[in-house]
Structure formats: C-alpha cells, structure tokens
C-alpha cells in the first residue's frame, strides 16, 4: 500500500510539472460584505439570561471569522449612542452560522449579571481586514426589569441662566438614580430640567407635577422622580452635587469690612450655612467675627473666631454661641485636628471638641476649607464643670471650676510659673470674670499638687499625687500625643487640665494638632520609642509603677479602638478630595513643618497612615 501511494503521488507531481507556463489558475476575488440586516425587534435579557438576535450579510461567499466574539474578533457589538463603544452590561457570547449559503447567521447576547437596568440600541459589527467597521442596522436591547420611564435629566443654561452650561445628568440603573456634579458653588439650586422619556404620562417630582413648558425644583437636597406609564408608577432618584460636597458656610460682614484683628470682633455680621442635604441649612443669623491663633495668625490663609448673638447648633453639634474655623493652613493632609479629635473620642476624656468640614465664602470670597470646630470653653454641652460667680471666694465654693491651660506664649491676663518653671493660665472663670482670691487660690492648689508629686512620698496612694490628678485621664491623654507624635505635650503649648468643684485635677481637652504631628521631623526620637513620658509632670508620674501598669491597662483597653482610625482616615480622604484639589489651587504651604508639604494628596496621607501605624506597634512594643 505505501508502494502505491508513493507512485501516485510522484504520478501527480510529473503531471503538475508538465503543465505549459501558459496555463493559468484563474481565483475569483474573495467577496467583500458591505451590508448587514438584522431582523427588526426588541430583544429582552433576564439577569444573565441569553438571546439570539438573527442577521444576514449581503455576501453569502463573504470569509469572516463569526467563531468567537472577544476583542480580537470580528463580529463584535456596538452602542448606537456612541459606536466607538460597546454596552457593559450585556456581551456577545457567539455567532453561529444558520445557513452560510445564504448568508444567515445568529448572534447569542447574554446578560452580564450586573443586575442594571437598561435600555440600549446596539449594531451588530464585522471589522473587515481592511479595517474598516461594517455596521447592521439598530435593535434594541433591554433588560428584563426595563420598564420605559425617563431616559435622561438635563439642565439647560438656556433655561436655568446661573448656570455655566448645560449638565447632563448620568444614570445608575442599580439604584435607580440620575446623578450630576456642579463645579461652581450655587446658593440658590432651584433649577428647571428637562426630561427625556419614553411612553411616561406624567412626571412627579417630590409630589409635584411636571408641566411640559418646565417646572422649578429645587435641587439642594436628593428628590424623587416618578414617572407614570399606562398607569404603572416608575421611581427615580435625583442627586445633584455642588461645588467640593462639603457644606458651605458665608459669612457677610457689615459692608463687607475686613476682618483684620484678632482682638476687635465684627459686629452686625451675618452667616449662613448650606448643610448640602447632610446638615440642617442655616438662614441669615446675626454672628460676630475675628482673627484668633497666635502663630497661625500670621499665615496667609487666617483662622477665625466667631461668636453668635444667640446659642445656635450648627452641622448637628451641641447648641452654643462660641465657635473657630481652624484654617489648617500647613497641614498637607487637612486631617490632622480631625483624625486627633477621633482619637480623643475613643478615651475616657470628658470632652474632646467636635468638629466638621466646610467650605468657607466670606463677603462673596472663597477661602479654601476650614475645620468647624467647637472652642474650648466651659459649658454644660463642653467642658462640663461647675460655673464659677465673682461672690466664689471662700469654703467649697472657690474650689472649681477652673479650666486651665499650659502655654508658653505666657500671653495671658491671669499666669504664673510653678516652681518647676511649668507656665500656667487661667482660661476659666473668663479674664473679666475671675477674682484675686479665686487666682490665688488655684495658685496655692497647682503648687501643692507639683511639690507632693516631686516629694518623698510621692506614691502613696492616699496622700500622695493621687490625692490631686486622676491618673487615668492623664493617661489617656498622653496616649494621643504619643500615637500623634505631638511634642507640644513638653513645649507645653495648648494644654489643657479641668479642675470641678471638690474634685481632682483632669487632663484634657485635647486641642491644637496640626503643627509637627503624624511626622518625625520635629520629633526624630518618636520613630524608635515613647517620647513624651518624659514631659512636663510625666516624668515623674512615671516613676510610679502604679501609673507604669495602669498605662499598660489602658493601652490594652484602647489599642482596638484607636485601630479603627484607619477606617475613618479613608473615608476622611475620600469625603474631602474635591475639597482637597480646590485648597491647594489657591493655598501654597509657605513652611517646612511637618515634612509632606510638597506630596500629592494621597501621598500625604498614606505618609500620615504609615506613620500612625508605626507608632500603634511602637506604644504596643513598650507598653
């Protein structure tokens, strides 16, 4: 057999050789498809469900590779909308061949399972080797859970002239949802749409019929669409944000005077807070403002003091006439005070200040963002001590309330150095309000405290330092500066103790963390240990293998709480970004405090994580 083979083979050979050069093989052009016709229809796909959508190409002989349907291939989909596109929530599977001499194929779609509701024209496509896209006509594809509605929201600038230009709105079919972002800040958000629908009787918004000539809505907090179809009620979400998402707080002076002092408030102001739908919105109420901070004061962008006619709750805090917008002018994070103040709530401490993003526009300017914060001050919704009177002066009456700060700016009315040279002020009673003897009395009171605390018996748990400080608020205190990396703590510089009527001597509140913290630039010795056990009194305090083990207890007690920093820091980043891009167009950090000043914004906080973490396992380490 393999003999035979071998002879016919060399049979056919001679014979192919012998053909004249004459004799020519003449091959037809291969056929070139110009058209493709799909049958006229709507196609519908339960959640990853499939269908064939059947298509005919105008030349039979036509070679094209229907075998597979990725990237690669050349049948593919195409969204009538935007044909440079394909649809995302349902794919083409396969092409099978139905009958190849006439030139009839299926095309199998399947849902993806993303559980969107759609509505989408689409082409089927053949990419020829020339490379040019062969497209059929348009079919619609829908979802099984499409049911007609409202296609598309718009705001025209012809219809709503504050605006810019035209905003389309984008759709989310998971939630339901047309959403659309203004760049620029707009007070007043009433705005008229424009709605494009498909077999919709009628449109509500928020209860309020939609005429067909427009009707106003307002726009400032999320409203809900619905859409009447044959008597079937469809329902949408409409969400517009403006400017960064952060509340905006104006403030309006009197003929829009500067605010230049730090000591002269400026009366008959006036503010108003857009809470944008997560805050309760402020109209218009009577306020007073100044400069206030000392070195911050003198950077670009100032800190201010504001002061109500009336107490006023402001972005879901406590009602109270007293407020500060901390500028965080060198903070590259902006969450230093924030991501602090965090913390602080996760201890014992009595008090620790609240406080929110805004944004701030003062007479018609915009600022950058601020930290809205409650001041420290002495209040039942505050620090929450007794309230002192100028008759005060004697028994158990002169023993508290005192609210006290540890400074070195020693910038105060009523101020003293203890004999360990620790600089100490009076911040409550109020300057106008607080008496010689009450001043001398809170005088002889620290002093008797630091000599016990320095003395020989010094331990002892009844008569000595434990006597005056309760010793687990201290504690919890110094933890924030450690895990912080806060050296104000042995400065001292914005320290703050309470002192109650008959009570003990407490630390706290925390205050002031946006210079040198969350970095070892001002604080190398923070990278390899504790650093602040030896600050102010805590040295001392530390010699005591009582508050040595109490710190560990605390430590043990606290370390999964402050572990959920991390958590708040990225919803933190995520919350304020467009905020962050907008400050540092018009802010640029004029020192070299902190050590991130020239980092990208996520570079400055993952630096800010990387840094916490590492001193959560340092403080772990040595406690």
Known sequence: ??????????????????????????????????????????????ERGTAEIPFRVDEPRALFNYAASSDGFQVQLRLKEDRGRKPEEFTLLRVRADDEE????????????????????????????????????????????????????????????????????????KTRTFSAHLDEYIADRVF??????????????????????????????????TATISGIKAEYKLHLTCFTGLPVLRIETPNRQSVWSKDVWVEGSKLWLDGMARFEDI??????????????????????????????????????????????????????????????????????PHCEFVELILNGVHLGQYLLCEQVRVDNDRIAITEMTPQDNSGDAITGGY???????????????????????????????????????????????????????????????????????????????????????????SVFLWKDRGGKLHAGPVWDFDWGTFSFNASPAAQSGLFMQWAWWYGRLFDDPYFKALASERWEILKPMFETV????????????????????????????????????????????????KRIDIIDREL
């Not at 400074?407 to 009523?414: A, E, I, K, L």
């Open 102 to 173: 006439q030139g009839l194929y299926h095309a199998m779609i399947s849902d993806i399972g993303s559980g969107k509701m759609y509505n989408h024209m689409v082409h089927i496509a053949i990419k020829l080797e020339s490379g040019e896209l062969i497209l059929s006509n348009a079919v619609r594809v829908a979802s099984s859970n499409y049911v007609g509605g409202i296609s598309g929201v718009r705001l025209t600038k012809s219809s709503n002239p504050s605006l810019k230009g035209d905003v389309e709105f984008e759709y989310d079919a």
């Open 283 to 352: 109209e218009g109420v009577e306020m007073a403002i100044r400069g206030r901070g000392n070195s911050t004061w003198g950077y670009e962008k100032k800190p201010y003091a504001i002061k109500f006619t009336e107490k006023q709750r402001v972005m879901g805090m406590p009602k109270h006439k007293r407020w500060v917008l901390l500028a965080n002018y060198m903070d590259r994070t902006l969450l230093r005070n924030r991501v602090a103040y965090y913390l602080a709530e996760q201890t014992s401490l009595a008090w620790t």
């Open 403 to 493: 609210l006290l700060e540890l400074d070195f700016h020693f910038d105060n009315q009523w101020q003293w150095h203890t004999q360990r040279n620790v600089p100490f002020a009076v911040k409550y009673p109020d300057e106008e309000d607080l008496t010689q003897q009450q001043f001398d009395w809170i005088i002889n009171y620290i002093g008797e405290v630091e000599r016990t605390l320095y003395g020989n018996n010094f331990k002892d748990e009844t008569n000595g330092y434990r006597k005056y400080i309760d010793a687990q608020s201290f504690i919890d205190y110094w933890l924030i500066y450690e895990i912080c990396v806060n050296h104000e703590l042995a400065n001292p510089g």
């Open 566 to 613: 991390f958590d708040f820091i990225e919803r933190e980043r995520e919350y304020m970004s467009a905020s962050w891009d907008k400050n540092f167009k018009m802010w640029n950090i004029g020192t070299n405090i902190n050590g991130d000043e020239w980092l990208s914004k996520d570079e400055a906080i993952d630096r800010m994580v990387e840094i916490t973490r």
């Open 1 to 46: 057999m393999r003999r035979v083979a071998y002879i016919l083979l060399c049979l056919i050979a001679i014979t192919a050789c012998s053909k004249s050069e004459d004799e020519v093989i003449n091959t037809p052009p291969q056929a070139v498809i110009r058209s493709i016709t799909c049958d006229i229809g709507s196609y519908m796909l339960d």
């Open 192 to 225: 008229i749409p424009e709605f494009t629908t498909e077999g919709v009787d009628s449109i509500e918004v928020d209860g309020k019929r939609i005429d067909a000539a427009g009707t106003p809505i307002d726009f400032s907090h999320d409203a809900t669409i």
